[in-house]
């Protein structure tokens, strides 16, 4: 992995801004561009790239700097509504994609793009890095392993602080974000069907906008982004996930909790703690590994460590020719079961799934 490849980023937003430090870790790989239309996040990225010594041209417009810089990689970290036009006009130009979660903010787009990925030869991989948060990766690793036995039951939850503020306030609007339930939980559905090794057939949710934003008015439009959830998953070997998503828990001790209940056990995990506690039902006593991540993993990002690990993976799947660890698939699913969760809401019934007819 000695030879240099040229990234550029799309977005330098919160994240894209994540993603030039994560690079700047990352040997082999150079920033050299980054496009956005919005002057006061180009200052912010050049100011970045000056701390983290990348040399760096901001362009207003993508296309501009496609053919002026010709990049080996691109990071697509702009809002999530422009992902699918973005996204094609990148893949014009045959070069490694790393696309930010969600893949899309409708179904629809989102088998679209996973069609159009289907003839694309170069590296294309969707972002949903939480499984890459050290913690999480272990724990995957130790379910995978038999410790629980076969998963019955699947638990996540997620209990954190509000969305935050963006560029023209755009992450306040289902029609921008794809709803709550794609925009953020996206990650935690690609969670579900990883740890399952399984596709979800059916959804209940319930959930409501009872705290947040409720008196925000933009343009005279009045924010709709649900801020709380419980969502129910069944999957075609017969285990059964929920989510419980609580966004106005700022004080919780842990941000998010995974547990994985079997025949033989309970392994569960927390973040930030980073603890996996083993639960054995033969009563023996419990026993927790704690998962070290190294410092500048952490301060790189704001997803313990998770980001500066995906790029790595992606890194040396470019320079390799590798195949993508997490797929224009895996994109697709996990917004097909957010956008379920929210007509499951809207109509106060299941929902079923067969992800094969996705396709």
Known sequence: MQETRKYAIIGCGMMGREHMRNIALVDG?????????HAPSQDSALELAGELNQSIICYADTEEMMV????????????????????QQVMAHDVAILLEKPMCTSVSDAQNLHALQGDYAPLFWVGLEYRYMPPVT???ERV???ETGPVKMLSIREHRFPFLTKVGDWNRFSINTGGTLVEKCCHFFDLMCHILQDDPVQIYASGGQDVNHLDEVYDGEKSDILDNAYVIVDFAGGARATLDL???AEGAEQQEEIYALGGIGKLEVKIPAAEITWSPRSKTGTLTEFIDTPKAAMEAGDHHGASFYQINHFHRALVEGGAPAVTSFDGLRSVQMGAAAHQSIETDQPVSLDVKTML
């Open 144 to 146: 995978h392993g038999g």
């Open 29 to 37: 790989a150079e920033l050299v561009a980054i496009a956005d239309p």
């Open 246 to 248: 609580c966004m106005f």
């Open 68 to 87: 002026a810089q010709k990049p080996d990689a691109v990071i697509i970290a702009a809002p999530n509504h422009t992902h699918f036009d973005i996204a």
């Open 138 to 140: 272990r724990f995957v």
